[in-house]
């Protein structure tokens, strides 16, 4: 009896595989033409700019120094703390001084919000700027302090945006670690197989360290209020521009880089946040995770030990049994050399530095699931999370209670 059902189910399972693929290269390939392809003239909707800033992140002076050297001819620069007295205040302070002067930025400006009271600290930050708006300005943008952006990076953003029908724009993050260990290369895998997802698509999601949105609809899809009482700033956005029956576009030629080293308890502690943040803010996203964590693992490894079982026992068909764990080792395996091939022509300046993640992406290709599986598991219960040394209760996707505050 489960030979008869299973001979079906196996056959499912490696067409979903095919498509998998399948749609994996097509995200390669959106990527690739979109990012790479001929350049357009852009108009210069005179644009707002919002860096919070929290701490010193890993190169934070190159980071902040690449947002003065945008090629955008009509942008005003925020930079945004939580109180002066943080690191991050004098730091900026003296980036300013010096680099200054010289950015193609129409003022610059370090503004310090206070304590959040409802929302996140990060949220707080970005209503604190976007209140403070030059009369005029048409586009906010988002970014955050532990990314790296080229010079194109704001005028590629924002150029989707000349199109209604796209509520917002994001691009995303691609970890490169500046050591080589392996919890740096899983958290980096991690991000990867998720950055493979976004393309030409109604189910991306948009990313806080590089989005935008027009300041029309910023308003008139009521973001200003959901952001009063939200943990994540681009889950909400996400969550409303969807409301608003928007398209999130992704704009590949803003994936940024991140240069980021970690340890496995981070990781975790890293991991569980962002997915319990998923889990609340976007349940449907949370369940498609595992559930696609889960097929991935049965379908490798669960058909490998029927494969076995199958072959000890003489069970025709043979051949069918064996290629379903073949067919997602293969699929696997070459999900990942195309998302690292993307990478290194989306951010050829790093090549060199990826090389070693490259290997543990591909290599790791079959292991990695479990991590995800385990990392969205971890999850599936409770609604605190601690944040940046504040703790918080998530109650809806707009609904955010602040049980300790930094300091307290």
């Known amino acids: 009896m489960f030979w008869d059902f299973y001979i079906y189910l196996a056959g499912i399972a490696i067409v979903l595989q095919v498509l998998f693929l399948i749609q994996s290269y ?27 800033c929290k701490g010193i992140d890993n190169d934070f002076d190159r980071n902040i120094e690449a947002f ?40 610059i400006k370090i503004l310090i919000a206070g304590i959040a009271d409802g929302c996140s600290q990060k949220i707080h930050n970005l209503l604190y700027s976007c209140r403070n708006a030059p009369e005029g300005t048409e586009i906010f943008a988002f970014a955050d302090a532990d990314a790296y952006v080229t010079e194109g990076w704001l005028k590629n953003l924002i150029h989707p945006l000349r199109q209604e029908k796209y509520g917002a724009t994001t ?16 958290l980096s895998s991690l991000n990867a197989k998720v950055a493979q997802l976004l393309g030409n698509s109604h189910f991306n999601q948009a ?33 409303m521009v969807k409301k608003a029956k928007m398209i999130i576009a992704f704009v590949p030629a803003c994936l940024v880089a991140s240069y980021e080293s970690t340890t496995w308890t981070k990781l975790f502690e890293f991991a569980r946040r962002q997915f319990l943040i998923t889990r609340i803010s976007t349940p ?23 494969a076995v079982i199958a072959t000890a026992t003489a069970e025709p068909p043979l051949i069918l049994y064996t290629a379903v764990p073949i067919s997602f080792f293969v699929c696997q395996t070459m999900r990942a050399i195309i998302r690292q091939r993307m990478i290194v022509r989306l951010l050829p300046n790093d090549a060199k530095n990826m090389k070693p993640a490259i290997i543990a992406d591909i290599l790791g290709a079959s292991f990695w699931p479990w991590l995800m599986f385990i990392c969205i598991l971890s999850s599936a219960f409770g609604r605190k999370i601690t944040w940046r ?17 930094t300091g307290e």
């Open 26 to 52: 097509r995200n390669y390939r959106y990527a690739i033409k979109k990012a790479l392809g001929k350049k357009r003239s852009r108009s210069c909707p005179q644009t707002l700019l919002t860096v919070p």
């Open 389 to 405: 040394g504040t703790t918080y209760k998530l109650i809806g996707p707009t609904q955010t209670e602040i049980i300790k505050k």
């Open 68 to 107: 003065f050297k945008l090629d955008h001819e009509n942008y005003t620069l925020h930079l945004v703390v939580q109180e002066d007295d943080d690191p991050a205040y004098a730091r900026l302070r003296a980036i300013v001084d010096r680099c200054g002067d010289a950015s193609n930025a129409k003022d």
């Open 284 to 306: 449907c996203t949370w369940w498609f995770g595992l559930f696609s964590s889960a097929f991935s693992l049965f379908g490798s490894w669960g058909s490998l030990v029927i």
């Open 171 to 186: 691009g995303y993050r691609w970890f490169i670690p500046p050591t080589n260990n392996l919890a740096s290369f899983a």
């Open 207 to 239: 990313w806080g360290g590089s989005m935008a949105i027009r300041t029309e609809t910023f308003h008139r899809i009521g973001l200003d209020k959901a952001w009063q009482n939200a943990i994540s700033d681009d889950l909400c956005l996400s969550h």
